[in-house]
T-cell receptor, first 114, second 113 residues
Framework: KAGVTQTPRYLIKTRGQQVTLSCSPI?????VSWYQQTPGQGLQFLFE???????NKGNFPGRFSGRQFSNSRSEMNVSTLELGDSALYLC?????????????FGQGTRLTVV | GENVEQHPSTLSVQEGDSAVIKCTYS??????FPWYKQELGKRPQLIID???NVGEKKDQRIAVTLNKTAKHFSLHITETQPEDSAVYFC????????????WGAGTKLIIKP
């Protein structure tokens, strides 16, 4: 079956702009989580959506938001981009939710803010 | 809330030797502990996991041990090979926190030829 798909793969934005990233989970998976990964900083949890509801949230400012659609596809939005938002953004999907079943990661969207 | 500490941050071992990465967690209610491997430029992938009702689990050259009393779990890789070079992440979750995975900071494993 198809894996987790993230689009776009690469993105260059200017400081102050906003950006929307997309994640299509594996068919049948209802949970989608988002992570920010920067060199040396590991996996920083942003939020998790399960059946269109935000179930868990990390410690990121309100500029970071997300949503999940009825087909489980999820989008993440970052407004008023800052240079420090440059990172690899990963999404992961699982059947019931992270921590109870295996999470499958997408290849990520590499965001560069200039 | 839960906190997961992972050590060491970097581990360099000779090819063929064993590697051990250790994680400690703070919430005794945590009951699921996965390990993910992330090769350079690739996505993290689950390599092994363990639940709190089991003390040890093996899969070929990798094994994970769990000590619930001491609240730590470890990844053991035997007969290391060049393809084991990667960053390894541990995580812990518990039902009381909606199963949110709390991640360790990662260990960069370097296999020296």
């Amino acid at each position: 079956k198809a894996g987790v798909t993230q689009t776009p793969r690469y993105l260059i934005k200017t400081r102050g702009q906003q950006v929307t990233l997309s994640c299509s989970p594996i068919s049948g998976h209802r949970s989608v989580s988002w992570y920010q990964q920067t060199p040396g900083q590991g996996l920083q949890f942003l939020f998790e959506y399960f059946s269109e509801t935000q179930r868990n949230k990390g410690n990121f400012p309100g500029r970071f938001s997300g949503r999940q659609f009825s087909n489980s596809r999820s989008e993440m939005n970052v407004s008023t981009l800052e240079l420090g938002d440059s990172a690899l953004y990963l999404c992961a999907s699982s059947w019931t939710g992270l921590g109870s079943t295996e999470a499958f990661f997408g290849q990520g969207t590499r965001l560069t803010v200039v | 809330g839960e906190n997961v500490e992972q050590h060491p941050s970097t581990l360099s071992v000779q090819e063929g030797d064993s590697a051990v990465i250790k994680c400690t967690y703070s919430d005794s209610a945590s009951n699921y502990f996965p390990w993910y491997k992330q090769e350079l430029g690739k996505r993290p992938q689950l390599i092994i996991d363990i639940r709190s009702n089991v003390g040890e689990k093996k899969d070929q050259r990798i094994a994970v041990t769990l000590n619930k009393t001491a609240k730590h779990f470890s990844l053991h890789i035997t007969e290391t090979q060049p393809e084991d070079s990667a960053v390894y992440f541990c995580a812990a979750s518990n039902p009381g926190s909606n199963y949110q995975l709390i991640w360790g900071a990662g260990t960069k494993l370097i296999i020296k030829p």
